[in-house]
């Protein structure tokens, strides 16, 4: 069974750029979160689906984050215009059933740098 | 998270040594309690967890166990091998279905 999937893995952009990374879950996982990593600290959450809909977005910077996941499988975070602060990985997760039932499975993360 | 502290921050213990991780979380309501591996440069992986219905459980060399009460949780390695060395990241729901906040890690290094 293949893993949850990202792409890029790697994203080198200037700043005031757009830039977008694409997140396919484990096949039958209803439930998909994008988390941001900075450099010695934990994931912390962006925005929660639960299939298409976002349950969990309070800690999403609207002004220049937005995210989709149209047919409740496949989701993209985008970021416009990017800052040189929003430069760490960013990663995709997905399980089962919500995250107090079920495992969180990782992706590789998409490393982003904000020049 | 800000509802998950973890300490110590690093920890450094030489091989077949025991390790211990802590956790604290403030959401009494959090019912399950996963703890993450994380290798350099690579994605978070699970290697135990622990639902509120039990205080200990063991896998191997690695064992959790939670007091509610006092609303803490750790990670026990025991006969630790270099191969251990890895960030671990202990996590908590921050209610009954929610998405996890996570702690800011314990970098634990195993020397030969």
């Known amino acids: 069974e293949a893993g949850v999937v990202q792409s890029p893995r790697y994203k080198i952009i200037e700043k005031k750029q757009p830039v977008a990374f694409w997140c396919n879950p484990i096949?039958?996982?209803?439930?998909l979160y994008w988390y941001l990593q900075n450099l010695g600290q934990g994931p912390e959450l962006l925005i929660r689906?639960?299939?298409?809909?976002?349950?969990?977005d309070s800690q999403l910077p609207k002004d220049r984050f937005s995210a989709e996941r149209l047919k409740g499988v496949d989701s993209t975070l985008k970021i416009q215009p990017a800052e040189l602060g929003d430069s760490a990985v960013y990663l995709c997760?997905?399980?089962?059933?919500?995250?107090?039932?079920?495992?969180?499975?990782f992706g590789p993360g998409t490393r982003l740098t904000v020049l | 998270g800000e509802n998950v502290e973890q300490h110590p921050s690093t920890l450094s213990v030489q091989e077949g040594d025991s390790a211990v991780i802590k956790c604290t979380y403030s959401d009494s309501a959090s019912n399950y309690f996963p703890w993450y591996k994380q290798e350099l440069g690579k994605r978070p992986q699970l290697i135990i967890d622990i639902r509120s219905n039990v205080g200990e459980k063991k896998d191997q060399r690695i064992a959790v166990t939670l007091n509610k009460t006092a609303k803490h949780f750790s990670l026990h390695i025991t006969e630790t091998q270099p191969e251990d060395s890895a960030v671990y990241f202990c996590a908590a729901p921050r209610g009954q279905g929610y998405a996890l906040n996570f702690g800011k890690g314990t970098s634990l290094l195993v020397t030969p």
């Open positions: 997760a997905s399980s089962l059933g919500p995250s107090g039932r079920s495992e969180q499975f």
């Open positions: 689906y639960e299939n298409e809909e976002a349950v969990d």
């Open positions: 096949s039958g996982h209803n439930t």
